[in-house]
């Protein structure tokens, strides 16, 4: 089954369908699961992902990307009672990413805009589908995973 994601642009740039390819294409990492999710992404700059951080996390500083599940998962077993036969879809959360942190990390870090977009993307999914790194076990699970998704896309280090 095809994941939906909708992508909600909030300023547009000269990275926005770039962004949204990458989505498209990450949306296989649901893919595996018996039901058809539903994503929402919000692509932001440094000043709008820094006043959600402040208003939801009481963390007034700009982040890389930010998750609000919309389901208590815990590391990718899903816990739901039902799906919208409506719309036959399960909605998983948001994420919002900010493309000037992006831009910024994939210059720091040596990788391309595509894989630095890739690795953020995948790791909000991966907190919409209840992986954290609340513990060191879980951080290393939810790496792994992270790496094998990535890697699976054809992302690499």
């Known amino acids: 089954m095809k994941t939906r994601v909708k992508v909600i642009v909030e300023k547009r740039n000269k990275y926005s369908h770039r962004i949204k390819k990458i989505i498209k294409t990450l949306s296989s990492c649901t893919n595996d699961y018996p039901v058809k999710f539903k994503i929402n992404v919000l692509i932001s700059d440094n000043k709008g992902i820094r006043e959600y951080n402040k208003n939801f996390r009481k963390i007034d500083q700009a982040t890389d990307v930010l998750s609000f599940p919309m389901l208590n998962n815990y590391d990718g077993e899903l816990f739901y009672e039902a799906y919208d036969l409506e719309k036959d879809y399960l909605f998983l959360g948001d994420i919002i990413i900010s ?35 609340d513990t060191e076990e879980r951080e290393i699970k939810m790496r792994n995973k992270q790496e094998e998704l990535l890697h699976k896309e054809g992302y690499h280090r």
Do not use: M, P, W
């Not at 999914?125 to 992986?131: A, E, M, Q």
């Open 99 to 133: 493309y000037e942190k992006i831009v910024e990390q994939s210059e720091t870090y040596n990788h391309s805009f595509e894989r630095e977009t890739a690795f953020l993307l995948t790791h909000g999914i991966l907190h919409l589908l209840g992986y954290d790194h």
